[in-house]
């Protein structure tokens, strides 16, 4: 079993930046991959970034691809969402998220099954 709890997430202005944190507990090793979900009123959950643990090869959605970077120090049970030049369309609740099932369908970062419980992030002026 993984717990996962995000830090990190508050109020910037437009360009601003911010880095999320997660810290895993448990299991951690069981982790296939772990990645930032964000939701906001309104709009439909959307996974942003994706990293496999053993590899570290990672996903980015089009929406943040060259702002956002997605990191891992498994070492300390430690993922990071590095965000800069935010956009008020950034604004949402972030989730840290990982996948430990044996198998899935598709993807692995589109069959997350354990969350954290979120980190707000504002992005206005």
């Known amino acids: 079993q993984v717990q996962l709890v995000e830090s990190g997430g508050g109020s910037v202005q437009p360009g601003g930046s911010l880095r999320l944190s997660c810290v895993a507990s448990g299991r951690t090793y069981s982790a296939y991959c772990m990645g930032w979900v964000r939701q906001a009123p309104g709009k439909e959950r959307e996974g942003v970034a994706a990293?496999?643990?053993?590899?570290?090869?990672?996903y980015y959605s089009d929406s943040v691809k060259g702002r956002f970077t997605i990191s891992q120090d498994k070492a300390k049970n430690l993922l990071y969402l590095e965000m800069n030049n935010l956009e008020p369309e950034d604004t949402a609740m972030y989730f840290c998220?990982?996948?430990?099932?044996?198998?899935?369908?598709?993807?692995?970062?589109?069959?997350?099954?354990?969350w954290g419980q979120g980190t707000q992030v504002t992005v206005s002026s």
């Open positions: 990293i496999y643990r053993s590899g570290g090869a990672t």
């Open positions: 998220a990982a996948n430990t099932q044996a198998e899935w369908d598709g993807h692995c970062y589109t069959a997350y099954n354990t």
